[in-house]
Nanobody, 124 residues
Framework: QVQLVESGGGLVQAGGSLRLSCAAS????????MGWFRQAPRKEREFVAA????????HYGGFVKGRFTISRDNAQNTVYLQMNSLKPEDTAVYYC?????????????????WGQGTQVTVSS
């Protein structure tokens, strides 16, 4: 069992930056693929980024275009999402998710554990 708690969301102006954190419980964190997803009002939850257990493999959603960086610190059981050059269309609830396998995935249906989400609002 893994519990995930996101933090770092908030209100930021367009062009600004935010760093989201996701703290995980459980001794097997380092063996999990970790991902970030987001859901805007009246939209499907979409893939943002994922990182392998070692941090050596990263995937990003097509809309990211070099603006976001996912990273992890296995010693601290934490995964991060650095978001730069934020746009109003990035406004959403951002969720952290854990996948107990070694193969990275962009599919939300494959992730077993989810956090409660953190709101990101980007004003124009």
């Amino acid at each position: 069992q893994v519990q995930l708690v996101e933090s770092g969301g908030g209100l930021v102006q367009a062009g600004g930056s935010l760093r989201l954190s996701c703290a995980a419980s459980g001794r097997t964190f380092s063996s999990y693929v970790m991902g970030w997803f987001r859901q805007a009002p009246r939209k499907e939850r979409e893939f943002v980024a994922a990182i392998s257990w070692s941090g050596g493999v990263k995937h990003y959603g097509g809309f990211v275009k070099g603006r976001f960086t996912i990273s992890r610190d296995n010693a601290q059981n934490t995964v991060y999402l650095q978001m730069n050059s934020l746009k109003p269309e990035d406004t959403a609830v951002y969720y952290c998710a854990a996948l107990p396998q070694s193969t990275i995935s962009t599919r939300r249906s494959e992730y077993d554990y989810w956090g409660q989400g953190t709101q990101v609002t980007v004003s124009s």
